[in-house]
């Protein structure tokens, strides 16, 4: 009997401890909870809700039919879970500190949290301060410094100079180098089929001090054709100088001898001058005039002009024009180019011209009769050939 009243204890105890167990843990189809900023997500078998807590969670616990959730420094938020597919909040409670989880232990929540607390010092406790025992420590060996070096002296730095920009209408004088040139022209003769060429040639040095020395052809050529009774005829025309004089940035004059061919088939001595107002390279106007010896007399063997005008650092405008009774005549325009140089050694220049240029000779020898009539018998012949002319030059410095 006893026995009997044992065994029905026991399976009534088992009931209840089932029956407990299952209470508390959810069914396969009971909702799950998660947290989602400050929202609670509630996921149910086909539907899904949001549940606003008010405070960011950042854990969870659930105890039969309470949810409750940590919100930190926000405490503690309680949810009722009597339908547990729509809690609703029921309480909210400090945690005095930062409640950072929530967790389920011996059947009761409990809510872990971390507190920051600030103690005045002098209320403390205090540990048994001990005395550190002196140590003996011995001074260290003296270390010699040497003095520091003494400061370095200003240097005067000049200020920086602003470029010179040279005047391309009156550059300055260029000294100690030596100038070479030599050009040549064509020319067709209007009139009988013929025609000639003119060459120039010369060499200057120009010292350091304002003087210079050089030598010129100037011209030396020909011209050749047929004349009006169809004979043919060549004539040669030759001038030639050496020179000296005075040269400076605005002013040259120079003197110099020579001899030249002359229009009457002879030669003569020539005494020359030449002169210049105005820059060397940059504007200036120029003149050359010469002094023939012939038959005991002094005539105007040569004069002849020029002028220069700078366009920019590298063209000029020249103009040049020369006569005489040296069977050569020429009147140019040109334009001057510098393919290299700035006037100084290594400069190097191009000179294209155009304009006329005549060639000519008087030897006819005439005696003159008055009987029966007056008339004048001529041996010889005379000779002029002159046209357009083209020409072309170079010169350069060393």
Request: with cysteine.
């Amino acid at each position: 009997m006893c026995r009997a009243l044992l065994f029905a204890c026991a399976a009534i105890a088992s009931a209840l401890v089932a029956r407990e167990v299952r209470a508390q843990q959810p069914s396969a189809d009971a909702p799950s909870y998660s947290l989602t900023g400050t929202d609670l997500g509630v996921s149910a078998v086909g539907a899904t809700s949001v549940v606003p807590l008010g405070c960011t969670g950042k854990s969870l616990a659930r105890l039969r039919d309470r949810l409750v959730v940590a919100c930190g420094r926000d405490g503690i938020v309680t949810l009722d879970l009597s339908d547990p597919a729509h809690p609703k909040v029921i309480d909210r409670n400090s945690a005095e500190g930062d409640a950072v989880s929530v967790f389920v232990l011996d059947d009761r929540l409990w809510v872990r949290s971390v507190r920051d607390e600030a103690r005045p010092l002098d209320t403390m406790p205090r540990s048994a301060a001990t005395t550190p025992a002196p140590v003996n420590v011995a001074p260290p060996p003296p270390v010699n410094v040497a003095p520091p070096p003494p400061p370095p002296r200003a240097v005067d730095v000049p200020p920086p100079q602003p470029e010179k920009r040279v005047s391309v209408m009156a550059p300055p004088r260029r000294g100690n180098l030596t100038e070479l040139s030599l050009s040549g022209l064509a020319f067709l003769n209007i009139g009988p089929v013929g025609g000639g060429a003119l060459f120039d040639a010369s060499v200057v040095h120009r010292f350091d001090l304002p003087l210079f020395i050089g030598a010129f052809a100037e011209p030396a050529g020909f011209g050749a054709g047929k004349q009006d009774r169809g004979t043919p005829l060549t004539v040669g025309a030759l001038t030639g100088y050496a020179m000296a004089g005075m040269d400076s940035q605005w002013i040259e004059a120079g003197l110099g001898a020579g001899a030249a061919t002359t229009m009457a088939n002879g030669s003569a001595v020539m005494l020359v001058t030449r002169g210049r107002i105005g820059a060397h390279d940059g504007v200036h106007f120029r003149w050359i005039m010469g002094i023939s010896a012939v038959q005991d007399r002094f005539e105007l063997g040569e004069l002849g002009f020029g002028m220069q005008i700078p366009l920019d650092p590298r063209w000029a405008l020249q103009i040049d024009g020369v006569g005489g009774i040296t069977r050569a005549d020429r009147g140019l325009v040109g334009v001057r180019y510098r393919i290299s140089g700035d006037g100084g050694p290594g400069t190097l220049e191009i000179t294209g011209s155009t304009g006329f240029a005549i060639v000519q000779q008087q030897s006819a020898m005439c005696t003159y009769v008055e009987q029966p009539v007056y008339q004048a018998n001529c041996t010889g012949a005379n000779a002029t050939y002159g046209g357009p002319a083209l020409g072309i030059g170079i010169g350069g410095r060393i």
